[in-house]
């Protein structure tokens, strides 16, 4: 059984800032490439910025510049860092997280509980 738990989302003015952080814990024999996705009413979840353990990054082009991902592997943590906030950044922020269980080496992809975010113009 593995959970990842967000948290860090909530109400902020366009132009501001955000870090959101998932925190990934139980039978975790090793995290893969964590993630970081969005979504709105009606739309489809979108992948906001993703980061491999090797350290490559992905990012939609909407928050490049703006976004930063990063991983604590010592923590199966990942975060994401949101600065210049825009009222159409608003949605569910969902963490994602490909791991490796440790009773049978196999890999799974688990979803957190997802955290809001809404930025106020």
């Known amino acids: 059984q593995v959970q990842l738990v967000e948290s860090g989302g909530g109400l902020v003015q366009a132009g501001g800032s955000l870090r959101l952080s998932c925190a990934a814990s139980?039978?975790?024999?090793?995290?893969?490439?964590m993630g970081w996705y969005r979504q709105t009413p009606g739309k489809q979840r979108e992948l906001v910025a993703s980061?491999?353990?090797?350290?490559?990054?992905n990012y939609v082009d909407s928050v490049k510049g703006r976004f930063t991902i990063s991983r604590d592997n010592a923590k199966n943590t990942v975060y994401l860092q949101m600065n210049s906030l825009k009222p159409e950044d608003t949605a569910v922020y969902y963490c994602?997280?490909?791991?490796?269980?440790?009773?049978?080496?196999?890999?799974?992809?688990?979803w957190g509980q997802g955290t809001q975010v809404t930025v106020s113009s």
């Open positions: 994602n997280a490909e791991v490796v269980v440790t009773s049978t080496s196999s890999v799974y992809h688990y």
């Open positions: 980061l491999t353990r090797g350290g490559s990054t």
């Open positions: 139980g039978s975790i024999l090793s995290l893969n490439a």
